[in-house]
């Protein structure tokens, strides 16, 4: 199973971005989809997941201003990050959790078996 993540990049505090994660390899369908971030000198944290139905979990940091989908006809999660705070700045990594159908979404990184490469989302002041 691979997961390529992509989009990001620089954007001004306030504005907007989006990443997103294709999956390729495996059952798409069958997967909670995660995206977990790292800043600089910080430990990775979780930001988002979705569960195969489409239910979604947030963190409390970014609830309210992210908003995860997934397309599962593209094999791909959506992440929409709006009101971006500098805070905001680290590498999104994309993970997939492949847990029996009735596991709950899960907010820690040992539950995902599977993780994408990063991508750098910079929110400038």
């Known amino acids: 199973v691979q997961l390529q993540a992509s989009g990001g990049g620089l954007v001004q505090a306030g504005g907007s971005a989006r990443v997103s994660c294709a999956v390729s390899?495996?059952?798409?369908?069958?997967?909670?989809m995660g995206w977990f971030r790292q800043a600089p000198g910080k430990e990775r944290e979780f930001v988002a997941a979705i569960s195969r139905n489409s239910r979604t979990e947030y963190a409390d940091s970014v609830k309210g201003r992210f908003t995860l989908s997934r397309e599962n006809a593209k094999n791909t999660v959506f992440l929409q990050m709006n009101s971006l705070k500098p805070e905001d700045t680290a590498v999104y990594f994309c993970?997939?959790?492949?847990?029996?159908?009735?596991?709950?979404?899960?907010?820690?990184?040992?539950?995902?078996?599977?993780w994408g490469q990063g991508t750098q989302v910079t929110v400038s002041s």
């Open positions: 993970a997939a959790d492949p847990s029996i159908v009735t596991a709950p979404i899960s907010t820690k990184q040992t539950a995902y078996d599977y």
């Open positions: 390899g495996g059952t798409f369908s069958r997967y909670i």
